[in-house]
């Protein structure tokens, strides 16, 4: 057989007994059958363009190749029956989805096959159509002699780009192979990381960002209830510091937005980031607003500014905006019908605020009485001497 190279690694064409092929857990865990069957089919018509890629294995690199998968996934792998082919184990490496299709061809056979089968009032057997279309009960591959296991995750990774494997299956093998490779090397960065596996540095921190969520919230997002994106949003309450807001704070905090997630599934990404943000800019103002000597000494006065003042001042000049457009149109205005807590009240009471801190700032007679602070004085004083 052949022999080619690929991204450094030596692979040589091989065919494998189709029951003699070893699968431990992959990335992807869920197949979606129904596009399982018309791979099959396609297979079955036109062969195969890219053979799925198998690690070739002597017995002493298979139980190392073995207990490396064991710890990555977290799960133990005995029970499962180990055959041989010619003295080697083969592996599946990546390819499952072409795997599964042969094996839908040799276990239920193609959709043709089963319809001449019907007509003939008979029934396949397993192995049949797949004699009939390859003449024999081999898969066709790529072998990759004693690779090492963490080179073989790494092509895991980089294969799944035809059919995405669903997002919290992924964010699970990024977390758990991310953790196994730092018992190794505890310095290894996201940077570092996102390399060997071959995707962007921010979809594994979105991925890491998923796995710190709790698990409810982890729960709703797998079984849809909740979008990926949005699930990711509730990362910002759990960087909230512990020095601006308790744990008992920020778990009712994640259950308060995790349920809004879950009576509004179609919210656009874009909108609920920006709800959140400004849930999480009026949250306790006291506590955001306290600029403690510990938070400066962590985080630097311009860091503080940056992300606790300069939000809610972007807060407040859209407030004061809104309040404009609404008097020109008429919407307010007619300030019985508000009580001491208006937005005129409070626009007046951020002007004499304003003119505290910036030196010369004060606004004319003019200005006042276009934004109605003089009348709704002299109605107070109305008010008061009667």
């Known amino acids: 057989m052949g022999q080619t190279k690929r991204g450094g690694m030596l692979y040589t064409q091989c065919l494998i007994p189709i029951n003699n092929v070893i699968v431990f857990p992959q990335v992807r865990k869920t197949f979606d059958q129904e596009l399982i069957t018309e791979l099959a ?34 799960k133990q792998l005995n029970e499962i029956h180990f055959p041989t082919h010619k003295g080697y184990y083969y592996c599946l490496i990546a390819g499952e989805r072409r795997f599964r299709a042969h094996k839908q061809l040799w276990e239920h056979g193609c959709t043709e096959c089963n319809a001449v089968a019907k007509i003939a009032l008979k029934e396949l057997k397993p192995g049949q159509c797949y004699h009939s279309h390859y003449g024999d009960s081999h898969i066709e591959g790529r072998a990759c002699l004693n690779i090492d296991p963490l080179s073989a995750k790494s092509i895991q990774f980089r294969e799944n780009n035809h059919v995405k494997p ?33 995707v962007s540095k921010e979809k594994v921190r979105r991925a890491l960002w998923f796995r710190e969520l709790p698990e409810s919230v982890q729960d709703a997002a797998r079984q849809g209830y909740i979008s990926y994106s949005n699930a990711i949003e509730l990362r910002r309450i759990n960087d909230l510091p512990a020095s601006l807001i308790t744990e008992e704070k920020r778990a009712d905090l994640l259950l308060e937005q995790a349920s809004y997630l879950l009576l509004h599934p179609r919210i656009k990404n874009d909108e609920y980031r920006k709800r959140l943000r400004e849930r999480l800019a009026n949250l306790n103002n006291n506590t955001l607003f306290d600029v403690t000597p510990f938070i400066i000494k962590e985080k630097g006065k311009r860091k503080i500014v940056e992300e606790h003042l300069i939000p809610h001042l972007m807060l407040l000049a859209k407030y004061i905006k809104k309040v404009g457009e609404l008097q ?19 626009l007046k009471v951020i002007t004499e605020e304003l003119q505290t801190i910036i030196p010369g700032f004060e606004l004319s007679m003019e200005q006042l009485k276009a934004i109605g602070l003089l009348n709704l004085e002299n109605k107070s004083k109305t008010r008061e001497a009667g």
Request: no cysteine; glycine share 10%; net charge negative.
């Open 328 to 346: 020109k149109t008429g919407s307010i205005g007619k300030e019985q019908i508000f009580a001491g807590g208006s937005p005129t009240n409070q």
């Open 41 to 74: 089919d396609d297979i079955a018509t036109n062969g195969i363009i890219y053979p799925p890629v198998f690690a070739k294995l002597s017995e002493e690199k298979f139980k190392a190749y073995k207990t490396a998968f064991e710890l990555i996934s977290g």
């Open 166 to 198: 669903p997002f919290h299956e992924e964010a699970d093998e990024y977390d758990h192979f991310f953790r196994y490779m730092q018992l190794g090397n505890p310095k290894l960065n996201l940077t570092e990381f996102a390399k060997i596996v071959g």
